[in-house]
């Protein structure tokens, strides 16, 4: 079992930054890659953001040159700092893990970014 517990979300103006946080507890030896997704109301939740055990990363297109992902293994962190933030970014960010167990198979509670015009 893996935990995950997300932080750092809130209540930003247009082109501002905001970083979140997601510490990872329990199994963390099984985690091979660590990420973002996000579900903005009335809508699907979509991928924002990979980073895998080694440091290799992927983003989503709306997002990519505006938020880096970053991973701290000796605190089972892992980190998104959203800059350039835009209205259509407001949503609930959630983290998750794939671990040796399965893909997508952990996830935290979720925090909210909201983003004002």
């Known amino acids: 079992q893996v935990q995950l517990v997300e932080s750092g979300g809130g209540l930003v103006q247009a082109g501002g930054s905001l970083r979140l946080s997601c510490a990872a507890s329990?199994?963390?030896?099984?985690?091979?890659?660590m990420g973002w997704y996000r579900q903005a109301p009335g809508k699907q939740r979509e991928w924002v953001a990979t980073?895998?055990?080694?440091?290799?990363?992927n983003y989503a297109g709306p997002v990519k040159g505006r938020f880096t992902i970053s991973r701290d293994n000796a605190k089972n962190t892992v980190y998104l700092q959203m800059n350039s933030l835009k209205p259509e970014d407001t949503a609930v960010y959630y983290c998750?893990?794939?671990?040796?167990?399965?893909?997508?198979?952990?996830w935290g509670q979720g925090t909210q970014v909201t983003v004002s015009s």
């Open positions: 980073i895998a055990t080694g440091g290799l990363t």
């Open positions: 998750y893990t794939d671990t040796d167990g399965g893909w997508r198979n952990y």
């Open positions: 329990g199994s963390i030896f099984s985690i091979n890659a």
